[in-house]
């Protein structure tokens, strides 16, 4: 089974810094694209980040580019956050997710979520 556990969440002072780790089992970690997630109370999920495979691009949605960084460690089977200057509106259930290729469809997998409390 695919399981994905993140850790690192915290409550910080607004301009803080946090760094999230996610590391995945029962997949081959190399070959997926991850993705970290999140939800604050009462909004609607958000990509927050996603890293591609072999090249490792890099993908942010535009309220934390130049503060967020995702990489990758294949080897650990890892996938981290690096949240620099944090603002009160990313506070948010974290979510760390990959897409798993099963045949001719794709089955998505998520965490249960790191807290990231900015106040």
């Known amino acids: 089974d695919v399981q994905l556990v993140e850790s690192g969440g915290a409550l910080v002072q607004p301009g803080g810094s946090l760094r999230l780790s996610c590391v995945a089992s029962?997949?081959?970690?190399?070959?997926?694209?991850m993705s970290w997630v999140r939800q604050a109370p009462g909004k609607e999920r958000e990509g927050v980040a996603r890293i591609a495979t072999g090249s490792g691009n890099t993908y942010y949605t535009d309220s934390v580019k130049g503060r967020f960084a995702i990489s990758r460690d294949n080897a650990k089977n890892a996938v981290y956050l690096q949240m620099n200057n944090l603002q009160s509106e990313d506070t948010a259930l974290y979510y760390c997710?990959?897409?798993?290729?099963?045949?001719?469809?794709?089955?998505?997998?998520w965490g249960q979520g790191t807290q990231v409390t900015v106040s």
């Open positions: 997710a990959t897409v798993e290729t099963l045949g001719v469809t794709g089955v998505a997998y």
């Open positions: 029962g997949l081959t970690f190399g070959s997926n694209e």
